[in-house]
């Protein structure tokens, strides 16, 4: 199911409208999609007094204090949540600078504790104690300011791709505690336009935390002996997610992209002049009508008459 509808919405991207450049503009927008969290291995200091009644009064008790340090003492698998969040930028062209604001939910699918840490726990005479016993709060929530710098490039008439990151803050409940921390994301999407001044958008985002801190207790008691357990936890982790999204964008104008000139068809060339008026001369020579014939040459004079002699 899941694929199918990232099918149909990479299809409409590509077959909705031609989209508009809108270099040097501004632009708000909301997001929101599936969020699917990662799983989350804490690293647990473990400060534990145990206190056994061995007789009447205050000092017949025998207490035990252990400090141990548990690599993944505590592990929180999730389910998929919510990803949405407010974004509001500038396109200044090849680049865009945009500030997001962000919140993600989700639940707990499964919290274990390691088998070390639970057997420390059940020293005598505590038994049975299991992950269920441990009740930190089973939701988590993660709010964040972040700054993002995205590159844009157009692939095909319509369809644009971008890319890119973001750094800020982010203030995480999980585990019944809250902590603030440094946080990054990766971002890569495409987009188009779906109308004169709205785009439509479908986006990827990796988010992480910087390392966070929690402390917790828990306290057992034994009925039978009056025995109790005392357990401080300091756990540090980090959140991790991945995040597929659906983008609606307003941009406020901006400079739209030019359509190409029109060339124009070269002029024909103008007609031929009209040939000049022309005569035929006696000799047979044609020349211009303007012009005069040649003079025919004067023939020669005829030769003289033969000379006759005298008579006798």
Known sequence: ?????????????????????????????????????????????????????????????????????????????????????????YDFGLFRLEGELGYKRTRDKNFSASPTLLAATNTPPFSGLTASSFNFGDRTRVMSAMLNGLIDYDIAPGVRVYGGGGAGRARVKTLGQRDTSWAYQLIAGASTAISPNIDLGLKYRYFQTSRLRFSNGAVFTNAATGATSTSTFAETGKFRSHSLLVSLIFNFGGVAALPPPMVEAPAPP??????????????????????????????????????????G
């Open 1 to 89: 199911m899941r694929y199918s509808v990232l099918t149909v919405a990479v299809a409409a991207i590509v077959m909705s409208s031609p989209a508009v450049a809108r270099d040097g503009a501004a632009y708000v927008g909301l997001e929101g999609g599936i969020l699917f969290p990662r799983v989350t291995n804490y690293s647990v200091n473990s400060l534990r007094v145990q206190s056994v009644p061995t007789g009447g009064g205050l000092l017949g008790q025998t207490v035990t204090t252990t400090n141990n340090r548990y690599g993944s003492g505590f592990v929180a698998d999730y389910k998929k949540g919510v990803d949405v969040d407010a974004i509001a930028g």
């Open 270 to 311: 103008p007609p031929p002049p009209p040939p000049p008026a022309t005569q035929t001369c006696e000799d047979g020579s044609v020349i211009e009508v303007t012009a005069a014939c040649p003079v025919a040459p004067t023939p020669p004079p005829p030769p003289p008459p033969p000379a006759q002699g005298e008579r």
